[in-house]
């Protein structure tokens, strides 16, 4: 059994910066694709961005890119995702997720429907 296990979330002011965490138990981290993933109310479930089982592959959404930061310690099977100049858009509860797909383009990791297991959600809200 995989756990996930988010924290970190809060209330801040527009363009005040939040790190969030995941911590994953169970098999091992470095053999998941790990990505987050936001929801805001009355919306649907939004990709964010993913990180490759190592690391070295990175890709984001075009509403977070140069804000936002993906990061995981295969040490401390932990996920990172530090949000700078946050913007009320960014409210929303964020997940983590792990999945084990094989993939050649990691931009199709983009979507809910290949993640396997989900965290409970930490909530981030942004005031204007």
């Known amino acids: 059994q995989v756990q996930l296990v988010e924290s970190g979330g809060g209330l801040v002011q527009a363009g005040g910066s939040l790190r969030l965490s995941c911590e994953v138990s169970?098999?091992?981290?470095?053999?998941?694709?790990m990505g987050w993933f936001r929801q805001a109310p009355g919306k649907e479930r939004e990709f964010v961005a993913v990180i490759s089982r190592g690391g070295s592959r990175i890709y984001y959404a075009d509403s977070v890119k140069g804000r936002f930061t993906i990061s995981r310690d295969n040490a401390k099977n932990t996920l990172h995702l530090q949000m700078n100049s946050l913007k009320p858009e960014d409210t929303a509860v964020y997940y983590c997720?792990?999945?084990?797909?094989?993939?050649?383009?990691?931009?199709?990791?983009?979507?809910?429907?290949?993640?396997?297991?989900w965290g409970q959600g930490t909530q981030v809200t942004v005031s204007s």
């Open positions: 169970g098999r091992a981290f470095s053999t998941w694709t």
């Open positions: 997720a792990a999945s084990s797909v094989v993939y050649t383009s990691i931009a199709t990791m983009s979507t809910p429907l290949k993640y396997t297991y």
